[in-house]
Every structure is written in C-alpha cells, then in structure tokens.
Nanobody, 129 residues
Framework: QVDLKESGGGSAQAGESLILACTTS????????VAWYRQAPGKEREVVSS???????NYADSVKDRFSISQDNAKNTVYLQMSSLKPEDTAMYYC???????????????????????WGQGTQVTVSS
C-alpha cells in the first residue's frame, strides 16, 4: 500500500493563497520526480508543476509566476505554494511520484518501498471570484 497523501486543499477567494502538501515516507530515499496534476470537472488531467531529485522545477504556463513547488526531505513532503489564485485554478489536485528524469539510473537503498508512477487520492481546491 502506497502511503502517498495530499493535503491542504480547500476554498479560497480569487487573489488568495493556499499551500498543498504531498507526503510519503519514501521521498528522501527514492530519488523521485514529484509532480502535481489537476483535473477540473469535464476536463483532462493536466500537469501543474514538478520537482526532480536534483531540485530542478517545471511549471505549466498557466501557473508560472503564481505557483511555487518545493521539497522538504526532513518532513517527507513536497509543497505547492499557490498564490494569486484564480477561479480557473479550481480542480482536484493530485500528486504523483515517478522516476527521476535528471537521474534515471538512480537505485534506492535496498528494502525501501519506492513507488514509481503512484498517485495520491487528491485534494480539492475551489476558488471563487
């Protein structure tokens, strides 16, 4: 069973901020590329942001300069700081752990239950105008 969990969603007014957290005990050991995705009703799931094991980050054009992704290995958590929220940011947000793009040959310590391609259950973000 994967212990990947998102938290921090909720309701916000346009222009406000929220912080999402993606937590799994294996983050410090598995050399993940962790990505945040979102899916609005009637739309396809889209990637929002990602952070690789070397610290490199990527953002969708729609959230660039508003969202910031970071990783805290001491807390086994990847955060998505969302600022200047817009109604169009309303969606279910999911995190996914996958193999590193920067270091695809990385091998985790023996016995660590890394899960590549795993998804959390999602957390809802609702932004009203």
């Amino acid at each position: 069973q994967v212990d990947l969990k998102e938290s921090g969603g909720g309701s916000a007014q346009a222009g406000e901020s929220l912080i999402l957290a993606c937590t799994t005990s294996t983050i410090p050991y598995c050399g993940y590329n962790v990505a945040w995705y979102r899916q609005a009703p009637g739309k396809e799931r889209e990637v929002v942001s990602s952070i690789d094991s070397d610290g490199s980050t990527n953002y969708a054009d729609s959230v660039k300069d508003r969202f910031s992704i970071s990783q805290d290995n001491a807390k086994n958590t990847v955060y998505l700081q969302m600022s200047s929220l817009k109604p169009e940011d309303t969606a279910m947000y999911y995190c996914q752990t996958d193999r590193s793009t920067a270091n695809p040959l990385y091998r985790p310590p023996f016995g660590v239950p890394c899960r590549y391609g795993a998804w959390g259950q999602g957390t809802q973000v609702t932004v009203s105008s």
